[in-house]
């Protein structure tokens, strides 16, 4: 993902100029606020409800700098989450042979619509219903009333699928596009501070 930067071309030019090996470190640091600032954002905005459940996506951004000079410096920007791109991009989601997902229903969700479980192993005692034509579901099992009036209810939890579509819901690509003001005002900051150090 690539945005236009408008760069104080009086100041670079100067800068390049008179001080080319000072402009690079002060453009590497540049970059590397552009990535802090960015992944901040993506955590502070994007990643929310749902996405956050654990924090694991959120945790999973981070940023590289590199390059040998102004020509190939490089900003990447990248997570270790294998789910980062598919909430990003959107795609099918598919269990493994033999397995199935679990989504969460009502009552594995808080009001947010986030699940309250990482996985149907935290909670005891789930027991599976099978319907004919449709998904299984997994059940927690309930006691209600005493006495004579005991008895026992199932909470559908979750139901098993073998595949789900997940859409796109991050906008990672967005945010760099309404970021490319912050961007430049960075990277103009670093320039300026080359010139005033040296």
Not at 103 to 123: F, H, M, N
Request: glycine share 10%; proline share 5%.
């Amino acid at each position: 993902m690539g945005i236009e930067i408008i760069l104080n071309h009086e100041n670079f030019d100067k800068a390049i100029s008179q001080f080319p090996g000072k402009l690079l470190v002060e453009m590497r640091k540049s970059f590397r606020q552009v990535g802090e600032d960015f992944i901040a954002k993506i955590q502070k905005t994007l990643v929310r409800g749902h996405l956050r459940i654990t924090g694991d996506l959120a945790r999973s951004f981070g940023r590289v700098v590199f390059g040998e000079n102004l020509e190939a410096l490089t900003l990447s920007i990248y997570s270790g989450s294998k789910y980062a791109r598919i909430h990003e991009k959107g795609g099918t989601i598919t269990a493994k042979p033999g397995k199935a997902l679990a989504i969460p229903l009502d009552a594995a969700k808080t009001a947010g619509g986030a699940s309250r479980y990482k996985s149907p192993k935290e909670i005891p005692d789930l027991v599976m219903i099978k319907r004919p034509g449709r998904p299984p579901l997994l059940v927690k099992q309930a006691v209600r009333g005493r006495g004579m009036d005991r008895r026992i209810m199932g909470i559908p939890m979750f139901v098993l699928v073998k595949s789900v579509m997940i859409k796109p819901q991050l906008g990672m690509f967005d945010l760099w596009e309404k970021e490319a003001s912050n961007t430049a005002t960075i990277i103009n900051d670093g320039i300026g501070e080359c010139i005033k150090r040296f």
